[in-house]
């Protein structure tokens, strides 16, 4: 191999690594509808929705959670960071709750811009993006490095 096309790939490889860095450095912000009432949320309050614990916002209405993708880097991020597990932790205690019928797990979307859309059309709803993904049509309530 000469010496140019392995400086690229050496190249492309350390720009494909800083990718990675900066993508895992990325905010998470928790969403909801800007007409929710809650101008915050703590973590443990999050976390108590996301795991089943409860399913009450802060104004007292029925959360309706929306979850991202279990394939996605920021759904990890999400659960690490605000509830202390791994996902891994996270389905297995849903797989309880659910076996049980004590509790229906968040619904799953595809992306941050299809729970972006979900939160802005429901008043109950709350979600979790990157906190770049924050505009006019949702509120950030919570964000965490």
Same mark, same amino acid.
């Given at each position: 191999?000469?010496? !140019?096309? *392995?400086?690229? $790939? #050496?190249?492309?490889?350390? +720009? *494909? =690594?800083? =990718? %990675?860095?900066? /993508?895992?450095?990325?905010?998470?912000?928790?969403?909801? @509808?800007?007409?929710?009432?809650?101008?915050?949320?703590?973590?443990? $309050?999050?976390? @108590?929705? %996301? +795991? =089943?614990? !409860? @399913?009450? +916002?802060?104004?007292?209405?029925?959360?309706?959670?929306?979850?991202?993708?279990? /394939?996605?880097?920021?759904?990890? $991020?999400?659960?690490?960071?605000?509830?202390?597990?791994?996902?891994?932790?996270?389905?297995?205690?849903?797989?309880? *709750?659910? &076996?049980?019928?004590?509790?229906?797990?968040?619904?799953? +979307?595809? @992306? /941050?811009?299809? #729970?972006?859309? &979900?939160?802005?059309?429901?008043?109950?709803?709350?979600?979790?993006?990157?906190? !770049?993904?924050?505009? =006019? /049509?949702?509120?950030? #309530? *919570?964000?965490?490095?």
């Amino acid at each position: 191999m000469n010496k !140019s096309k *392995l400086n690229k $790939q #050496v190249l492309a490889a350390a +720009l *494909l =690594g800083l =990718g %990675f860095i900066t /993508s895992a450095a990325a905010q998470v912000a928790v969403i909801v @509808n800007p007409k929710n009432p809650a101008a915050s949320m703590t973590a443990e $309050q999050v976390s @108590n929705i %996301f +795991l =089943g614990k !409860s @399913n009450a +916002l802060p104004s007292g209405g029925t959360a309706a959670a929306v979850d991202q993708a279990e /394939s996605a880097a920021i759904r990890e $991020q999400f659960y690490t960071k605000v509830t202390g597990k791994q996902s891994a932790q996270v389905k297995a205690a849903w797989s309880r *709750l659910v &076996f049980s019928g004590k509790a229906t797990p968040p619904k799953e +979307l595809a @992306n /941050s811009a299809e #729970v972006k859309k &979900f939160v802005a059309a429901n008043p109950d709803a709350i979600g979790y993006v990157e906190k !770049s993904a924050v505009d =006019g /049509s949702v509120k950030a #309530v *919570l964000t965490v490095d």
